[in-house]
């Protein structure tokens, strides 16, 4: 019997924003952090799930745009929510699409090291939100510990291509600086990761 997973939406024909080529967004519900700016806050509200699905529904569902992915070198990013949570669903998704479509995993890391390693065979790239390298910074932001992001950065770094893995450096307003900003690359570079992505939240104020 397949594996089911909730999800929160589908969004199809993004280009270059989760790597190379066209891409759709898959966003799962559920998360192990308690963001103070979180984007997809939906994810965490137990009215939140848009519809619950299985692998096989979901690659039938997404087959329409394999062209694209194939002409583009493209594919489905699993985002959330934590998509690492559901390391069984996504493990069963690639036996149905095959190594021809690139997966990417847009994550916290914020996870078991065991869905990590159950997941290395079988995503292509990663997109990491590290939030930031200080625990204290970390926690006030997030409600959690660091501990396991970093030693599941370690791990992947161990283990995989450090080109397929994007790191994200945010600045978040209120509760890290410039300085924070610069001193978690650093310590990311120190560690082997070569692709930083920083940027800066936007917060409820903004909008």
């Not at 848009?50 to 087959?63: D, G």
């Not at 996504?90 to 997966?103: P, T, V, Y």
């Not at 590290?130 to 791990?155: E, H, Q």
Request: charged share 25%; glycine share 8%.
């Amino acid at each position: 019997m397949a594996t089911s997973a909730p999800l929160i939406g589908i969004a199809r024909h993004r280009l270059t924003i989760d790597g190379e080529g066209v891409t759709t967004l898959v966003a799962f519900h559920g998360c192990t952090l308690r963001c103070r700016y979180c984007l997809n806050a939906i994810c965490l509200r137990k009215d939140g799930i848009w519809k619950t699905t299985t692998p096989p529904l979901l690659y039938e569902e997404l087959r329409c745009d394999e062209l694209y992915f194939l002409a583009t070198g493209g594919g489905v990013t699993f985002g959330g929510g934590e998509p690492m949570l559901q390391s069984r669903f996504i493990s069963e998704f690639r036996q149905l699409c095959g190594k021809e479509w690139r997966l990417t995993l847009e994550t916290s890391l914020n996870v078991p090291r065991r869905l990590v390693e159950e997941l290395i065979p079988v995503a292509d790239n990663y997109i990491i939100d590290i939030k930031d390298m200080r625990p204290d910074v970390y926690r006030a932001y997030t409600g959690r510990s660091n501990r396991r992001v970093i030693a599941n950065l370690r791990l992947l770094l161990g283990q995989v291509d450090p080109d397929r893995i994007i790191v994200r450096t945010p600045l978040i307003p209120s509760y890290n600086t410039e300085q924070d900003l610069l001193a978690s690359a650093q310590a990311l570079r120190d560690m082997g990761v070569i692709h930083l992505n920083p940027f800066t939240y936007r917060t409820p104020n903004d909008e």
